[in-house]
Structures are given as C-alpha cells and as structure tokens.
C-alpha cells in the first residue's frame, strides 16, 4: 500500500506508552524505549509523546491486578496508589467498582502514532534509507544473499528484516516458516462525552486499563478525547479473526456490547453507544508475547511479528533488537521469551 495507510496495525493517532506491565521484561525495556522516543522527538524536532499517566484499575485481590502492580512496585516505577476514598477528587466521572483496586503509572501517557510513524520514516530518509511503499513483496529466495522479488523488482541483500504485521505469515510462506499467529480484527469505538471536555486530554485525564471487570475477564482500555474533540476511545483487547487481504468481511460486534456495558457502568459522563467505529487488526501469539527472532536455516533473515497488539510503544527497541540480530551482533536484551523455540510444536517448517 501507499504509505500511510490504514489496512494493517500501526494507523491511527494515538496508542498508549507505560511501564505498567505483568512482566517484568516488558517493564525494563520500556526505560530504555522512552528514551528512545524522546531522542527522536529531540533530533526531530516534533512532540511524540503526552504524559498523561495510566490508571490501571481491577478487582483489588485478582491475580490480573496484582500482577501489574507487583511487577510496578518490584521495578520502582513511579505510581500512584488511589483507595476509593479519594478515587473520585483524583480521577472525577469515573466509577471504581467495588472490591477494585486502582493505581496510577504516572509516566504513563498518549504517543501521537501517525505523527511517530512520519517521523521515523522522515529520519530514516535523512539517514540515506530509501522506502518503496506502493510495491507487493511477493518472493523471497533464502541463501547468502537473499533475493526478495517485488511487483516492481528483483533486490539484493546479505540480510534481510521481515515486519509484514497481520500478513506475516503469509510473507514467512515463501521461506518455509509458518508461525502460530492468529490475526483479529478489532472494532475503535470512540464515544461521545455529554458534556464535552470531561475527559479531555487538557484536563489531564489519564488513559486507562480494566484488567477484568463485570463484563469480561479481559482487558478494557481507554484514552482520553484528544484526536477527535468530544470523543473518547475505549476499546476491548479482544476482536475476531480474520484474513488481512479480507479484513472487513468479519463484521463481528459482540465486543461493542460488552463495552457499553462497561461504559454505561462507569463512565457516567458517556453517552454509552459509540459514536464513531473504526478498524485495525491485532496479531496475536498464543502467549502475547513478541516474536524476534532469526529464521533456524537462515540466520541472515530475521522477522519481528505477532506484537499482540501491545506492540507500538516498543518500536524503537524492537527495531533496534532487529537490527542487532540481522547484524549477527548480541542483541541488547535477553531474546528469550520472544524467540520462536517457545512454539515447539507449533511452528510449521516446510524445510
Ligand atoms: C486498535 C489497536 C490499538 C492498539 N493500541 C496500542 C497501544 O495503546 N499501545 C501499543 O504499544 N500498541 C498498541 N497496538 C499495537 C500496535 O499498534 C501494533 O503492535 C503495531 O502497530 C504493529 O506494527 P507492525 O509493523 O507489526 O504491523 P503493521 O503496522 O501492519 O505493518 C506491516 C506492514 O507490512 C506491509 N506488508 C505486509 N505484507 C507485505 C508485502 N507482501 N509486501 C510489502 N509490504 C507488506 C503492510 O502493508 C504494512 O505496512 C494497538 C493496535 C491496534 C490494532
């Protein structure tokens, strides 16, 4: 596709960045990639990132809550903790349920995606780097130099990076790999506050993360109305499956009425009907957990997929773990639980 385009996983105008994890891997690369986020707003002048912090809230005594909260304390991120005696002067219009917990992670905050997306591609021309958006890779021919055959050409190269998002398979076909990714799409409902405002963004209202609640056992996050006045976005961490060249033949709402459930039940300050639904597709692992790693024949290609849509926030670590292993060097973290061994079983190698 022509970039930017909105047919894969990374459009849109905002994710949510924070250090509040249930593992504590995923907690200490985020130091090094807010770094990473505010070296590139430096160097390029723009802002990336709004602190905003993140309230996380969940039955207080569930394994789902305590996990994020242990792995917060364990790693000293900075948090706040709220008790239901002054939840409401700290985060007004939004109803604690009772027996739940609720913390702020105060770094915690919106990364304005496509503005991220434009820049990092802005720099990476700067640097030399050629993109050829609008052109189907539709061959990849392994050995000591790859050859990667396009709808306009034929290239060359020592090592090669795959990063095809929701058609990663489709791509590793060509290579013999096929990975146990499971593709959904996911419904962005944005609703309509009553009174606009109440959850701006100005107003500092943070982004937020159910673990579990009434509605569901899953994970329900919101973030403040920024990127279209009036209306904030609240989605379920849930979709369903479907094919990327055909995303929008699944026409799956089931995940809208657990949130206006949600919705109506502790967002007083919402009208609990989404005024606006739009379309993007998670890539999921059985686990949730990234894949970086090296093709096992070829150590010259390696791909990064299956970002279970928690993926954005760690762009530029990913791409620099990428770039470490095309270069045979040894990567920066310890690869372990995003290497694709944790499969076994569950890998298809036609080689
Ligand atoms: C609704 C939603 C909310 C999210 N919220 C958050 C959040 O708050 N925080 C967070 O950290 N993450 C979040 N994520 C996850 C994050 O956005 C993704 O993990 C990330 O964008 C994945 O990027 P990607 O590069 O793997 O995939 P993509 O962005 O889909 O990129 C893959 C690219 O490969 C190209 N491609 C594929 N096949 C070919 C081919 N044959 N030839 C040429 N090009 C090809 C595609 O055109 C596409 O441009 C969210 C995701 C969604 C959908």
């Not at 709808?151 to 489709?170: E, F, H, Q």
Request: neutral net charge; proline residues 6%.
């Amino acid at each position: 596709f022509v970039l930017p385009h909105t047919r894969g996983s990374s459009h849109g105008q905002t994710r949510i960045i924070r250090k509040a994890y249930e593992q504590d891997f995923y907690t200490q690369m985020m130091d090094e990639c807010y770094k990473l986020w505010s070296q590139l707003e430096r160097e390029a002048g723009v802002t990336l990132y709004r602190q905003t912090g993140l309230l996380v809230m969940g039955p207080e005594h569930s394994d789902s809550y305590l996990l994020y909260k242990n792995t917060m304390e364990r790693n000293n991120v900075p948090m706040v903790i709220l008790t239901p005696e002054n939840f409401s002067q700290h985060i007004p219009n939004v109803i604690l349920a009772e027996g739940d917990g609720a913390l702020v992670d105060i770094n915690a905050g919106v990364l304005y995606a496509d503005r991220a997306l434009k820049t990092v591609q802005g720099q990476f021309q700067k640097l030399g780097g050629v993109i050829r958006d609008k052109e189907k890779v539709t061959d990849i021919t392994p050995g000591p130099v790859v050859t990667v055959s396009t709808s306009a050409g034929i290239y060359r190269a020592k090592s090669l990076v795959i990063t095809a998002g929701p058609w990663a398979n489709k791509l590793l076909a060509h290579i013999g790999l096929q990975l146990p990714l499971k593709v959904e799409k996911m419904n962005v409902c944005y609703w309509k506050e009553k009174v606009p405002g109440t959850y701006d963004v100005k107003k500092r209202f943070p982004c937020f993360l159910l673990t579990e609640g009434e509605e569901s056992d899953r994970h329900i996050y919101g973030l403040p109305s920024n990127e279209y006045p009036g209306l904030v976005k609240i989605c379920f961490h849930i979709g369903a499956e479907t094919d990327p060249d055909h995303r929008d033949k699944q026409t799956d709402r089931s995940d809208i009425g657990i949130l206006q459930h949600f919705v109506a039940r502790c967002f007083p300050g919402l009208i609990p009907e989404p005024a606006v639904v739009e379309s993007c597709m998670y890539t999921l692992t059985p686990d949730s957990h990234f894949v970086l790693d090296c093709h096992p024949a070829y150590s010259n290609i390696v791909f990064g997929a299956g970002f279970s849509g928690h993926g954005f926030k760690f762009g530029p670590i990913i791409g620099k773990l990428l770039c470490e292993l095309s270069l045979g060097e040894v990567p920066s973290y310890d690869l372990s639980p995003f290497r694709i061994r944790r499969f076994q079983g569950n890998t298809k190698s036609a080689l």
